[in-house]
Protein backbone atom coordinates (compact mmCIF):
# COMPACT_ATOMS: atom_id res chain seq x y z
CA UNK A 1 0.00 0.00 0.00
CA UNK A 2 2.70 2.92 -1.00
CA UNK A 3 0.05 4.90 -2.47
CA UNK A 4 -2.58 4.61 0.94
CA UNK A 5 -3.20 8.12 2.06
CA UNK A 6 -4.59 9.59 5.49
CA UNK A 7 -8.00 9.44 3.24
CA UNK A 8 -8.17 5.59 3.67
CA UNK A 9 -7.54 6.05 7.82
CA UNK A 10 -11.04 6.66 9.30
CA UNK A 11 -12.44 6.47 12.31
CA UNK A 12 -15.06 4.07 12.80
CA UNK A 13 -18.27 3.64 15.49
CA UNK A 14 -17.96 0.02 17.50
CA UNK A 15 -21.18 -1.09 18.42
CA UNK A 16 -22.45 -0.96 22.44
CA UNK A 17 -24.29 -2.62 24.42
CA UNK A 18 -25.27 -0.27 27.23
CA UNK A 19 -26.37 -1.59 30.52
CA UNK A 20 -27.37 -0.29 33.72
CA UNK A 21 -24.53 -2.17 34.90
CA UNK A 22 -21.62 -0.69 32.41
CA UNK A 23 -21.06 -0.97 28.78
CA UNK A 24 -19.79 -3.53 26.66
CA UNK A 25 -18.10 -3.61 23.35
CA UNK A 26 -17.43 -6.47 21.17
CA UNK A 27 -15.08 -6.17 17.68
CA UNK A 28 -15.28 -9.36 15.89
CA UNK A 29 -13.27 -9.81 12.77
CA UNK A 30 -14.62 -8.95 9.18
CA UNK A 31 -18.10 -7.65 10.91
CA UNK A 32 -17.08 -4.34 12.80
CA UNK A 33 -13.12 -3.60 11.01
CA UNK A 34 -12.27 -4.58 7.44
CA UNK A 35 -9.45 -7.27 8.18
CA UNK A 36 -9.47 -10.24 10.27
CA UNK A 37 -7.17 -10.16 13.82
CA UNK A 38 -4.38 -11.66 14.75
CA UNK A 39 -2.72 -9.70 17.71
CA UNK A 40 -3.70 -7.88 20.14
CA UNK A 41 -1.27 -4.88 21.91
CA UNK A 42 -2.22 -2.41 24.20
CA UNK A 43 0.25 0.37 25.56
CA UNK A 44 -0.34 1.98 29.07
CA UNK A 45 1.39 3.86 32.00
CA UNK A 46 3.30 6.27 29.04
CA UNK A 47 4.46 8.98 30.58
CA UNK A 48 3.30 12.21 30.40
CA UNK A 49 4.99 14.48 27.37
CA UNK A 50 5.90 10.46 26.08
CA UNK A 51 4.99 9.89 22.16
CA UNK A 52 5.10 6.54 20.74
CA UNK A 53 4.95 4.83 17.40
CA UNK A 54 7.04 6.79 15.06
CA UNK A 55 6.95 4.25 12.45
CA UNK A 56 4.86 3.00 9.27
CA UNK A 57 3.85 -0.52 8.03
CA UNK A 58 4.64 -1.62 4.71
CA UNK A 59 1.39 -4.26 5.18
CA UNK A 60 0.02 -4.57 8.23
CA UNK A 61 -3.36 -2.88 9.22
CA UNK A 62 -4.57 -1.77 12.59
CA UNK A 63 -7.47 -0.67 14.71
CA UNK A 64 -6.60 2.09 17.39
CA UNK A 65 -8.82 2.31 20.39
CA UNK A 66 -8.68 4.58 23.50
CA UNK A 67 -9.76 2.02 25.74
CA UNK A 68 -9.18 4.61 28.47
CA UNK A 69 -8.53 7.97 28.55
CA UNK A 70 -7.15 10.13 25.53
CA UNK A 71 -4.60 10.59 23.67
CA UNK A 72 -3.43 11.72 19.76
CA UNK A 73 -2.70 9.97 16.80
CA UNK A 74 -0.67 12.22 14.01
CA UNK A 75 -1.00 10.12 10.52
CA UNK A 76 0.85 11.38 7.96
CA UNK A 77 0.89 9.58 4.32
CA UNK A 78 3.97 11.58 3.19
CA UNK A 79 1.73 14.46 1.40
CA UNK A 80 -0.94 15.23 4.34
CA UNK A 81 -0.95 15.19 8.03
CA UNK A 82 -4.11 14.94 10.09
CA UNK A 83 -4.04 14.52 13.79
CA UNK A 84 -6.88 12.63 15.20
CA UNK A 85 -7.98 12.53 19.07
CA UNK A 86 -9.51 9.32 20.15
CA UNK A 87 -11.15 9.80 23.50
CA UNK A 88 -14.23 7.38 23.60
CA UNK A 89 -14.03 3.68 23.91
CA UNK A 90 -16.35 2.80 21.46
CA UNK A 91 -14.67 4.59 18.54
CA UNK A 92 -11.82 2.59 16.93
CA UNK A 93 -9.36 4.38 14.37
CA UNK A 94 -8.17 1.98 10.99
CA UNK A 95 -5.20 2.83 10.17
CA UNK A 96 -4.65 1.34 6.57
CA UNK A 97 -1.07 0.16 5.65
CA UNK A 98 1.79 2.79 4.46
CA UNK A 99 1.22 5.34 6.95
CA UNK A 100 3.52 6.92 9.10
CA UNK A 101 1.97 7.61 12.83
CA UNK A 102 2.75 9.07 16.04
CA UNK A 103 1.08 9.39 19.39
CA UNK A 104 1.01 11.40 22.05
CA UNK A 105 -0.83 13.30 24.18
CA UNK A 106 -0.91 10.56 26.78
CA UNK A 107 -3.38 11.23 29.26
CA UNK A 108 -3.00 10.00 32.78
CA UNK A 109 -4.21 6.44 33.06
CA UNK A 110 -5.03 5.74 29.46
CA UNK A 111 -4.98 2.98 27.72
CA UNK A 112 -4.64 2.20 23.89
CA UNK A 113 -5.62 -1.10 22.54
CA UNK A 114 -4.34 -1.77 19.50
CA UNK A 115 -5.93 -4.53 16.95
CA UNK A 116 -3.57 -5.75 14.11
CA UNK A 117 -4.17 -7.63 11.39
CA UNK A 118 -1.03 -9.41 11.53
CA UNK A 119 1.75 -11.40 13.84
CA UNK A 120 4.85 -9.13 15.13
CA UNK A 121 7.07 -9.25 11.96
CA UNK A 122 10.14 -6.69 12.26
CA UNK A 123 10.63 -6.35 8.84
CA UNK A 124 7.30 -5.03 8.16
CA UNK A 125 8.16 -1.53 10.21
CA UNK A 126 9.80 1.40 8.46
CA UNK A 127 11.34 3.29 11.00
CA UNK A 128 13.52 5.88 9.00
CA UNK A 129 11.04 8.79 8.40
CA UNK A 130 13.70 9.24 5.14
CA UNK A 131 12.96 5.56 3.75
CA UNK A 132 9.38 6.32 4.22
CA UNK A 133 9.65 9.15 2.20
CA UNK A 134 11.66 6.64 -0.15
CA UNK A 135 9.13 4.01 -0.14
CA UNK A 136 6.39 6.08 -0.73
CA UNK A 137 8.03 7.66 -3.51
CA UNK A 138 8.42 11.22 -2.80
P1 LIG B 1 6.94 -0.56 18.80
O1 LIG B 1 5.95 -1.12 17.84
O2 LIG B 1 8.12 0.18 18.22
O3 LIG B 1 6.21 0.36 19.87
P2 LIG B 1 5.62 1.84 19.75
O4 LIG B 1 5.29 2.10 18.33
O5 LIG B 1 4.43 1.82 20.63
O6 LIG B 1 6.61 2.79 20.28
O7 LIG B 1 7.45 -1.75 19.72
C1 LIG B 1 8.27 -1.49 20.85
C2 LIG B 1 9.10 -2.73 21.12
O8 LIG B 1 8.23 -3.83 21.44
C3 LIG B 1 9.92 -3.16 19.93
O9 LIG B 1 11.20 -3.54 20.40
C4 LIG B 1 9.23 -4.36 19.40
C5 LIG B 1 8.43 -4.92 20.58
N1 LIG B 1 7.14 -5.48 20.16
C6 LIG B 1 6.99 -6.85 20.12
O10 LIG B 1 7.91 -7.63 20.43
N2 LIG B 1 5.78 -7.37 19.72
C7 LIG B 1 4.74 -6.57 19.36
O11 LIG B 1 3.65 -7.07 19.01
C8 LIG B 1 4.92 -5.14 19.40
C9 LIG B 1 3.81 -4.21 19.01
C10 LIG B 1 6.14 -4.65 19.81
Redesign the pocket.
Known sequence: MKKSSIYDCSVIELPVNHREKGNLTVVENSLDIPFDVR?V?Y?YDVPSGES????AHKELRQLIVAASGSFDVVLYDGKVKRTITLNRPFCGLVVVSGIWRELDDFSSGSVCLVLASHE?NERDYIREYQEFLEWKNI
Open positions: RYLRGGHY
